[in-house]
């Protein structure tokens, strides 16, 4: 069963850039696509940003396009989150997770594996 596990999260003002990482063990990613889902303080989880097994394919929230940007780097079983321009709107527990089906936004519950979470917190 793969383990995925964030870092990465912190504070920062707005405006501010930010990296966070997901790290996947006891298993691959690489035949996988990946994404960012986030969940601010009473709010449901949402998507941010998903990337296909190559990294030729990505696709973004409208509310994070051109700020943030998902890669990856199957060699070290690794994805990436650089967050630009951040926001106060933007802070949330940052999730990632693994999925097979076809679509670049999938519906959460096609993800087979997901990590704890690591918190972004963007002050004002």
């Known amino acids: 069963q793969v383990q995925l596990v964030e870092s990465g999260g912190g504070l920062v003002q707005t405006r501010g850039s930010l990296r966070i990482s997901c790290a996947a063990s006891?298993?691959?990613?690489?035949?996988?696509?990946m994404g960012w889902f986030r969940q601010a303080p009473g709010k449901e989880r949402e998507f941010v940003a998903a990337i296909n097994w190559n990294g030729g394919r990505t696709a973004y929230a409208d509310s994070v396009k051109g700020r943030f940007t998902v890669s990856r780097d199957n060699a070290t079983n690794t994805v990436y989150l650089q967050m630009n321009s951040l926001k106060p709107e933007d802070t949330a527990v940052y999730y990632c997770?693994?999925?097979?089906?076809?679509?670049?936004?999938?519906?959460?519950?096609?993800?087979?594996?997901w990590g704890q979470g690591t918190l972004v917190t963007v002050s004002s």
């Open positions: 006891r298993g691959t990613i690489s035949i996988y696509k």
């Open positions: 997770g693994r999925w097979s089906i076809a679509t670049m936004t999938p519906p959460q519950n096609a993800l087979d594996a």
